[in-house]
T-cell receptor
């Protein structure tokens, strides 16, 4: 069974802090994704990666960056956290082909005060 | 700009009833339409999916109906059960990008 693990379930950070959200998958998937989930807005794609050291912007990349140094690990970085980045962050992975399902982690609830 | 529009935002159904959730899209490049189910405290998980070369797909009590000309698709849950209470997301993917675009989500409550 695919397991996608997000390092923290809850995080509280202060405005202006640099924040790292970590995600690890154990199924050797090439594709990894970061979404944020907000009520009434659904899941919005922040960044995704098709391979190690590769990254592509999603629909709302502003204020975020990512790092993928190893195949199993995909990190989301908030360079300078702001209150409007308070949200639920979901990591997902999938294997080719493009129609294979996304496997999600259980999310990190980030609060920026 | 929401590329996939989902309704209703919330839905209450009696046990044994039919739950219907609707989605509409604009991008004709979309060619894969999955539905994801999310329970509280968990990440979404794939429930059922359809390609636009068929008009309907059924898996147990769950059915996707697809109308290509209207650019709409819907999820029907027959004989709804309290265990179906969850948030449901429709989604769409354009094959050449691999990106999955989600709708706004529907919170379903099935009353005993």
């Amino acid at each position: 069974d695919v397991k996608v693990t997000q390092s923290s379930r809850y995080l509280v950070k202060r405005t202006g802090e640099k924040v790292f959200l970590e995600c690890v998958q154990d199924m050797d998937h090439e594709n990894m994704f970061w979404y944020r989930q907000d009520p009434g807005l659904g899941l919005r794609l922040i960044y995704f990666s098709y391979d190690v050291k590769m990254k592509e912007k999603g629909d709302i990349p502003e204020g975020y960056s990512v790092s993928r140094e190893k195949k199993e690990r995909f990190s989301l970085i908030l360079e300078s956290a702001s209150t409007n980045q308070t949200s639920m962050y979901l990591c997902a992975s999938s294997s080719p082909p493009v129609y294979s399902p996304l496997h999600f982690g259980n999310g990190t609830r980030l609060t920026v005060t | 700009q929401q590329q996939v529009k989902q309704s209703p935002q919330s839905l209450i159904v009696q046990k044994g009833g039919i739950s219907i959730i609707n989605c509409a899209y604009e991008n004709t490049a979309f060619d894969y339409f999955p539905w994801y189910q999310q329970f509280p405290g968990k990440g979404p998980a794939l429930l059922i999916a359809i390609r636009p070369d068929v008009s309907e797909k059924k898996e147990g009590r769950f059915t996707i109906s697809f109308n290509k000309s209207a650019k709409q698709f819907s999820l029907h849950i027959m004989d709804s059960q309290p265990g179906d209470s969850a948030t449901y997301f429709c989604a769409a993917r354009a094959g050449n990008t691999g990106k999955l675009i989600f709708g706004q989500g529907t919170t379903l409550q099935v009353k005993p």
